[in-house]
């Protein structure tokens, strides 16, 4: 059995999924909601008119935290 033989199940981002939520259940509890936390997707949508983007919209607004925000670079 090779390496690649979950491609003949399922996508990539299939497989992606099932290794991150394994991953995230292995964690400690601290550690499991902090990686879920970073694992929710804020969607946003723009309306363009005649070339020019209007104000960004979020689907669902996101809540508010009270720390400081902190940047994506690790």
Same mark, same amino acid.
């Given at each position: 059995? @090779?390496?690649?033989?979950? +491609? %003949?199940?399922?996508?990539? %981002?299939?497989?992606?999924? !099932?290794?991150?939520?394994?991953? +995230? ?6 550690? #499991? ?10 969607? #946003?949508?723009?309306?363009?008119? %005649? =070339?020019? =983007? =209007?104000?960004?919209?979020?689907? !669902?607004?996101?809540?508010? @935290?009270? =720390? ?7």
């Amino acid at each position: 059995m @090779s390496s690649a033989t979950w +491609r %003949n199940v399922f996508t990539f %981002n299939k497989y992606s999924q !099932i290794a991150a939520r394994a991953l +995230r259940s292995s964690l400690k509890e601290e550690e #499991r909601v902090a990686a879920e936390k970073r694992g929710l997707t804020i969607l #946003r949508y723009q309306r363009w008119e %005649n =070339g020019q =983007g =209007g104000p960004q919209t979020y689907l !669902i607004p996101p809540a508010e @935290s009270d =720390g400081p925000k902190k940047s994506a670079a690790v």
